[in-house]
């Protein structure tokens, strides 16, 4: 039976880090923010990779759908800004090691896939030169990456997934699920 309803994918970004927390995903002097909207351009602001500040602005970042990081993505407080702030700029997916638990259940329940890979597979995805653009068949639970460098070939992966947040995120979310159920 098809599950999928949602659209997952396309143009990745890489953060070449582990343990990036909710304060770096989201800044917490935004948490008073009344509208997800208003988190929008503050997404990563904060983010340091190899000492240096990230820059959250660019064409490149605001073209990502797609996030690909390293182990304990989204540890530190459990707060739901975080994913939101991921939301509401279109990013779809984020790919890890490892996550949160509380941070993953979050992005399940906002219809944002958390896809756990194992690290010899996240080494290769980072290893991959060009843009990548990342495929997901959510019915299938596999991830394509494939490079604008022809040479690069692609990368398919399987992942995980319970059935029922597979739904929830195919549905689109919670709200949307409940909508649908109830």
Known sequence: MKTSMKTFGG???????????TDEIIPA?????????ALKPHLLEDLLLDGEPFDSQSSAMQQARVVIT???????????????AFEVNDINIVIAESFARIFRQN??????LAIELPAAD???????????TIEVDLDKTE??????DPAQGRITCSFQMNPFDRDLVA???WL???????
């Not at 143009?11 to 927390?21: E, G, T, V």
């Not at 002097?29 to 909207?37: M, S, V």
């Open 171 to 173: 549905a689109g979310g």
């Open 143 to 148: 991830m394509t990456a494939r490079s604008s």
């Open 107 to 112: 992005m399940f329940n906002c219809g944002i």
């Open 11 to 21: 143009p990745a970004i890489l953060l070449d880090r582990s343990d990036i927390n």
């Open 70 to 84: 390293r182990a304990n993505f989204g540890c530190g407080s459990s707060r739901e800004h975080a994913v939101w």
């Open 29 to 37: 002097k935004y948490l008073t923010e009344i509208t997800k909207a």
């Open 122 to 132: 996240i080494e290769q995805l980072f290893k991959m030169r060009g843009e990548l």
């Open 176 to 182: 949307a699920y409940a909508d649908k159920k109830f």
